[in-house]
């Protein structure tokens, strides 16, 4: 039987690990495919900026300069990233993204100015501050976002390996494009450029303002303090999230000092322009998007650690590789490899990390995240030069080439088991707690309920049930729309988000309407008394329940009153 997307379950094995089977289930979302083409500017005006930075500041004071430079830009990035997870939580996500959007374009326009008007190295220096603040914005808030947005597991898996894509083409378009802007003009026109695309993701994102967010939990108006506070404990308790964070941020520090070595091998190594500085990064970003092949894999997939750990082995070999100093063409191709296995690290530790942190605190672990990675990427950009400084740019490779390897062998067995642990269902809980009816129950409760869910599809023109009939079940709508009809006339349309089935359990009454689909829907059930436990343990919910039950009864006392006075139903 064909699914609600339309694909067989054959059909479905056989594109898994294919891109446009990933790109069709990202494009199949409205919302997830908005997301994505504005990570695209993001990425794109990320990476530009951060290039034209460490250019200017190399031409300012070589690389000892822009060593010092990217790590005093970053420091305050590092500290300010929880708060603003923080801060995004307590709105709308999508308010949220716009937000992070329009400071980018706001604060890469100002830096432009300054550089077209010759600012003192100071002043742009202190101006670069604002942009690196504001990066840190998007990530977070799109990674607690998207599964809120995506209807099935499959979906949120698939748009993290997209993201990574994204990520994988912006690491090789944007530098190289920002290369070729430093070779005919300069690094304000690349601020420039980049505040122009962030303007542009501000305007794709601006529809999902509309969004409904999540109701907020219990607690959840607490302080941002108490609530980071929240995260860094979990973190701190929960050894699987912890060595997750651990991991990933520490490929911060090779990042950072990767940008600073590049601008060194490129303009001090091998003697090019600070164009060149581009094209190896561009190097990266190509590695990256050869790791479509790879990534596209791990959809569907339960096991995450095993691609990570080899990701991991093929990043350090890569980085040794560079110690050789083996020419232009040499490094470009190292730089490649390096570029495809961290792109497969990183898809993978972030799906492991949202499966492992719990739901309510989700923002805020990958804002704590986002601000380690940015402290991260401020040591790695001092490290660079102290490295360079002792031992040249060979020991500056093998050191910041070690670092990953050393993490994963500390961690030992932990990091091998820890798809035991990874399986918290993310999408699920997200799709309860934008339902005024479950979003009062406390995480773990909301938790075991989600867990309860069995997924149900359904083909367009089927009755999900029946007016008379006994209700045992309540159901979800994941994706698709059902019409409620009662004594042959349309009450109502139901559709993602929405439940129904509610009346029958509540009261111990046969249904009061016929549900049909109108097209494929996705549906998850509940059983009666897994409902019915949610819903009469816990008095907010009972008042909830009160409250849905009377509006839907209200409907269809609104429906007889029309009918009996031969109202047409349609």
């Known amino acids: 039987m064909a699914g609600v997307d339309g694909v067989t379950h054959d059909d479905r094995t056989g594109l898994r690990s294919s891109l446009v089977f990933v790109l069709s289930v990202v494009a199949r979302n409205r919302e997830l495919r908005r997301v994505e083409l504005a990570f695209v500017t993001f990425n794109c005006g990320e990476w530009a900026a951060w290039l034209a930075m460490l250019v200017y500041a190399y031409a300012q004071g070589g ?29 709308a996500p999508g308010n949220a993204l716009v937000a992070g959007y329009l400071a ?26 604002g942009p690196s603040i504001a ?47 430093l070779a005919v003009g300069s690094e304000a026109m690349v601020y420039g450029l980049v505040a122009i695309a962030c303007l542009v993701g501000a305007v794709l994102v601006l529809p999902l303002r509309s969004v409904t967010p999540a109701p907020a939990l219990e607690g959840a108006d607490d302080g941002s303090d108490a609530r980071l506070v929240g995260a860094l404990e979990f973190v701190r308790r929960d050894p699987q999230a ?72 093929v990043w350090s070999a890569a980085f040794m590789g560079l110690a050789t100093l083996p020419g232009a063409l040499g490094a470009l191709v190292l730089i490649a490899v ?53 031992g040249g740019v060979p020991l500056a490779f093998v050191s910041v080439g070690a670092i990953l390897p050393l993490v994963a062998i500390v961690a030992g067995r932990r990091l091998l088991d820890i798809d035991r642990h990874a399986t918290v269902p993310v999408v699920e809980i997200a799709l309860l707690r934008s339902m005024p009816l479950f979003a009062p129950l406390p995480p773990p409760t909301l938790e075991s309920l989600a867990r309860a869910l069995e997924p149900l599809p359904v083909p367009a023109g089927v009755d999900v049930i029946r007016e008379g009939d006994v209700g045992d079940r309540f159901y979800v709508i994941v994706d698709g729309e059902v019409e409620i009809i009662r004594d042959g006339r349309l009450a109502a349309r139901r559709r993602r988000g929405e439940g129904f089935g509610e009346i029958a359990l509540i009261y111990d009454v046969p249904r009061t309407a016929t549900v049909t689909t109108t097209r494929d829907t996705q549906l998850y059930t ?45």
Do not use: K
């Not at 009469?536 to 009153?561: K, N, P």
């Open 242 to 313: 912890a060595l997750l964070v651990l991991l990933l941020a520490a490929q911060g520090i090779a990042f950072g000092a990767l940008d600073v070595l590049n601008v060194e091998l490129a303009q001090g190594v091998l003697g090019y322009g600070g164009d060149w500085a581009g094209y190896l990064s561009a190097a990266f970003g190509a590695g990256s998007v050869v790791a479509i092949v790879v990534t596209a894999r791990l959809v569907g997939l339960t096991r995450l650690a095993l691609p990570l750990v080899l990701s991991i082995g």
């Open 338 to 390: 390096a570029g495809s296995a961290r792109t497969t690290f990183d898809v993978a530790g972030r799906t492991l990390l949202q499966r492992v942190a719990r739901p309510d605190l989700l923002a805020r672990v990958f804002g704590l995240l986002e601000g380690l990675l940015m402290a991260a990427f401020a040591v790695g950009s001092l490290l660079a030069p102290l490295l360079v400084a002792i």
């Open 63 to 91: 690389v000892t300069e822009s060593g010092i430079v990217a790590t005093v830009v970053l420091i305050p990035a590092a500290g300010f990233a929880p708060v603003m997870a923080a801060v995004g939580e307590r709105h």
């Open 135 to 181: 990066f840190t914005m998007t990530r977070p808030t799109q990674s607690s976002f998207a599964p809120a947005l995506a209807r099935t597991p499959e979906e949120l898996t698939a748009s993290n390996v997209a993201s990574g894509w994204v990520e994988s083409v912006g690491t090789l378009v944007a530098p190289a494009l920002a290369g070729a802007v």
């Open 526 to 570: 509940l059983d009666r008394e897994t409902f019915l436990v949610a819903v009469t343990g816990h008095s907010h919910v009972q008042r909830a329940a009160d409250d849905l039950v009377e509006a839907r009864l209200e409907e269809l006392r609104a429906l007889d009153e029309a009918a009996s006075v031969g109202a047409p139903s349609r």
């Open 104 to 129: 980018q374009a706001l604060s890469c326009a100002v830096v432009s100015v300054a550089l077209f008007a010759e600012a003192p190295s100071l002043v742009v220096y202190a101006l670069f501050v």
